[in-house]
Every structure is written in C-alpha cells, then in structure tokens.
C-alpha cells in the first residue's frame, strides 16, 4: 500500500496519527471556514511537535485532515490554542457530518487515504453536531474521492537575527 512520505521530518520510534473527517452542510458556510482552515493550516505548520500531515478536499463538501505527531499531547496543545480552538465551536452549526481517528504506529510515514478511511470506520468517533446528516452516525458516508491532497510539511523555524 503506498505511503505518503513526511519531508523534512527525522525518523522517530513512533507516531500519533490524528484523521478528522468533516462536512460542511451548507455553502453558505464555505468562505467562512476556508479562512478559518487557512488560519488553522498557518498554525498548525508551526505547531511544536508537528512532524507533517495533508488535507483532502473530497465530494459534497467533505474535508479529511491526516497529521502526524511526536505524541498526542502535542496535538492536543495545537488543538486547544489559536486559530484551531476558535474555529473549533463554529464546527458544530456548519457541519452535518464529522468524526475523529486517533492511533500510534511505528513509523513516520503518513497512511494512504484508503487506511484513513478505514481506520477512521473501524476505530473513529463521531463528534458533536447540531444539524446531523445521514452517514454521520453510524459513518456510513462516501469513501473519500483520492486526490493527490494538500501537502501541509512543517514550516521551518525562521532564523533569529
């Protein structure tokens, strides 16, 4: 199964993978949380902890992020601060569908989006939403449309003058 490789990023023992499925309900909310993704992609790029990760915009308005972490505390720490907090509570009215996956593996590779979507069904969570869709629970939406996705490689420190 192919993997997407990591740039930039030392090989560790192991890693916390983070996947999030969302989708929004409604156009009308599209510009509002592309900039709030946009702000919480800036973020997560200079995210202690972050090793690397990519975004995937699917069908029917449905967004799949895959992360990788030096543990889950980091990503909790990107999480609960920032542009990712504020965006967070808006989630719940814009999205009729939305689940989480969480698991540790021994390399640093990123999974295929095919091992996201199955891990996401055998082993996510779905999380709170206002307005539920059918397929939010049980997850019986679509398997993600592959595309190549949105590389989100981990921002350099910038030099200190």
């Known amino acids: 199964m ?13 890693t916390f ?5 969302l989708r929004i ?5 599209l510009p509002a949380f592309l900039i709030d993704t ?5 973020q997560v790029k200079r995210a202690a902890g972050y090793r690397g990760g990519a975004l995937l915009a699917d069908r029917d ?3 799949w992020t895959m992360t990788a972490w030096d543990d889950a505390a980091a990503m ?5 601060s920032g542009a990712h907090r504020r965006a ?11 689940s989480i996956a969480h698991w540790t593996q021994d390399d640093g590779a ?34 993600p449309r592959v595309t190549a996705g949105l590389d989100l490689s981990p921002r350099p420190p910038s030099p200190r003058t």
């Open 2 to 14: 192919a993997r997407l490789a990591l740039l930039g990023c030392r090989a560790r023992r192991v």
């Open 17 to 21: 993978i983070s996947i999030t499925r």
């Open 25 to 29: 309900r409604a156009a009308r909310f």
């Open 38 to 42: 946009w702000l919480s992609m800036r």
């Open 61 to 63: 308005r449905a967004y």
């Open 76 to 80: 909790r720490a990107y999480m609960t």
């Open 88 to 98: 967070m509570p808006k989630l719940m009215r814009w999205c009729d569908q939305a």
């Open 110 to 143: 990123l999974p295929d989006w095919h091992e996201a979507d199955r891990r996401m069904r055998d082993e996510g969570r779905v999380s709170k939403v206002h307005h539920p869709a059918a397929g939010h629970d049980p997850m019986t939406f679509l398997s």
